[in-house]
C-alpha cells in the first residue's frame, strides 16, 4: 500500500502544480494544448486523484489496525490475545493461520464495504452508529456465520480433509446445512483479559 499513498501524493502534487500554473497563467488556456492542460488539471488528475484515495482507504480498511480503531472492537482485539487455544480467533491470530494486518477481515470477508450492496448499506449504518447514533451493549453478528469464511482456508487443508468427522459432515459443512460453529464454538470471549 506505500507505493500507492506515494503515488497518490505525486499526482495530488502535479494537480496543484497544473492548478498552479492556469491560475498564474490564465493566458495559457487560450490555445489548445493550454486547454487540454486546464481540463487535465481541473478534471482528469484531481479524479485520478480521488479515485487512487479511494482504494488506498479501502485497503485500509481492510487491515486489523483500523477495525479495533473504533471503542467498541477493542475488546474483540484484546480476544485476539487471549491464552486459550480453544479460542478461534486466538488460536488462529497466535497461531499465524491468518495474517495479522487483516485478521479481521480475513474471517469475516462479507462485511461492510466488501460484501453485497445490504452489507455496504449495513456499514454506513456502523459509521452513524459509531458516531452519532447508540451503541448496542452486546455486538451480534446481522445473520448467521457462513462455513464459506472457514472453508475459504481449510477446504483443501489436510488437517481439514484427513479428519473423519469433517468427512461425515462435508456435505452439510458446503451447503451451510450444519455450522462450523456448532463444534468449534469458542470464538471472540469479549470481556475475559489477555493472559500475561
Known amino acids: 500500500m506505500p507505493y500507492l499513498e506515494e503515488g497518490l ?30 481540463f487535465l488539471g481541473l478534471a482528469v488528475i484531481p479524479a ?16 486489523t489496525e483500523f477495525c479495533l480503531s473504533c471503542h467498541v472492537m477493542e475488546p474483540y ?8 487455544p480453544t479460542a478461534l480467533p486466538a488460536s488462529h491470530f497466535q497461531n499465524r493461520r491468518i495474517d495479522r ?21 449495513t456499514g454506513l449504518k456502523h459509521v452513524y452508529v459509531n458516531y452519532i ?8 453478528l446481522y445473520q448467521p456465520y457462513n462455513n464459506r469464511e472457514c472453508l475459504h482456508c481449510h477446504a483443501g487443508a489436510r488437517s481439514f480433509e484427513e479428519s473423519e468427522m469433517h468427512k461425515e459432515m462435508r456435505t452439510d459443512l458446503d451447503s451451510n ?11 471472540h470471549q469479549v470481556g475475559e483479559e489477555p493472559q500475561p
Open 48 to 63: 485520478l486523484a480521488t479515485a487512487m484515495g479511494l482504494s488506498a482507504h479501502i485497503e485500509h480498511s481492510k487491515t
Open 133 to 140: 447514533g447508540e451503541i448496542p451493549k452486546k455486538i451480534e
Open 77 to 84: 482485539g484484546k480476544s485476539l490475545q487471549l491464552d486459550d
Open 177 to 187: 446445512t450444519t455450522s462450523c460453529l456448532e463444534c468449534h464454538d469458542v470464538v
Open 101 to 121: 494486518e487483516h485478521a479481521c477481515f480475513t474471517c469475516h470477508t462479507t462485511y461492510t464495504m466488501f460484501g453485497d450492496t445490504k452489507a455496504k448499506l
Open 9 to 38: 501524493v505525486a499526482v495530488v502534487l502535479v494537480a496543484i502544480a497544473l492548478v498552479a500554473l492556469i491560475v498564474l497563467r490564465p493566458g495559457l488556456t487560450a490555445t489548445r494544448g493550454g486547454k487540454i492542460l486546464a
